[in-house]
């Protein structure tokens, strides 16, 4: 069974970072396209940061430049550095799998305000 654990958010100010975290049980993050999702209210959740298993890395067009999805594969963990953020960055954010999903985590909540 696989279970997802997401870390690391906050109440930033607007131009602030954060770092996100992903632990994981039942996956090999290396051996899988993982992703990162959020979900703001009233929205649908949406692919944000992707790794395929080769390391190669995709963005939405939102976070391009902002945003860096990596992984410790010693560990098993999967981070998301977020920069310069906006408060339409605001949302629960949350790994998975990108081929097929899997339960989700509780997420994390990232609120960017002033």
């Known amino acids: 069974q696989v279970r997802l654990v997401e870390s690391g958010g906050g109440l930033v100010q607007p131009g602030g970072s954060l770092k996100l975290s992903c632990a994981a049980s039942?996956?090999?993050?290396?051996?899988?396209?993982m992703g990162w999702y959020r979900q703001a209210p009233g929205k649908q959740r949406e692919l944000v940061a992707s790794m395929t298993t080769g390391g190669s890395t995709n963005y939405a067009d939102g976070v391009k430049g902002r945003f860096t999805i990596s992984r410790d594969n010693a560990k098993n963990t999967m981070f998301l550095q977020m920069n310069s953020l906006k408060p339409e960055d605001t949302a629960g954010y949350y790994c998975?799998?990108?081929?097929?999903?899997?339960?989700w985590g509780q997420g994390t909540q990232v609120t960017v305000s002033s």
């Open positions: 998975n799998a990108v081929s097929r999903l899997y339960a």
């Open positions: 039942g996956i090999i993050f290396s051996r899988n396209a």
